[in-house]
């Protein structure tokens, strides 16, 4: 597509790089359309991501006091884990459908590292819920390469923000 067609539809030119998030309008496109998939289901999806990424990194499992103990039947079945989890996917959410805001994703981003740093989680833990989120969005929706720069682009700017006030 060419011309105004092409601006209506990507709200831009569509390869045009944000200064702010370094993020071009395919690369948010992409990833609110993927992510749309994943939100439908976004309780079951988030219980997922917690899992996986407890198995990949035990030592994450130990900031929930409410839950460390459990096992992963008990996790399906804990009011309090999937509280957590619609928590975390909600501000996922936010995050994503605010990307054509970067300022606002990022100062949504700024309060969810203040308390996360309070709680003693490090850029590591955060790091490690990219690779298990990556990985889990790949095998859910088989990712080509493109969405998937697409997606690393747009988690390391959360990230960015979030990092700013973890400490």
Known sequence: MGGI???????????AVQAYSGLSHR????VQKTWAVVYCNAAENGIEIFKRLFHANP?????????RNLS???LDKSHQ???????LMSSLNLAITNLHQPEVTAALM?????????????????LSLKDVMLEMLNSLLGLDESALVSWN?????????IFQTLH
């Open 110 to 126: 700024n309060k969810l590292g203040e308390s996360h740093g309070k709680r003693g989680i490090r850029e590591e833990h955060l």
């Open 72 to 74: 992963d039947e008990e």
């Open 153 to 161: 682009k747009t988690i390391d700017f959360i990230y960015k923000h």
């Open 59 to 67: 030592e994450t499992k130990n900031f929930f006091i409410n839950f």
């Open 81 to 87: 884990f999937r509280a957590h989890v619609i928590n």
């Open 27 to 30: 690369d948010i496109y992409t």
């Open 5 to 15: 067609v092409s601006r209506i539809w990507w709200g831009g030119v569509p390869d």
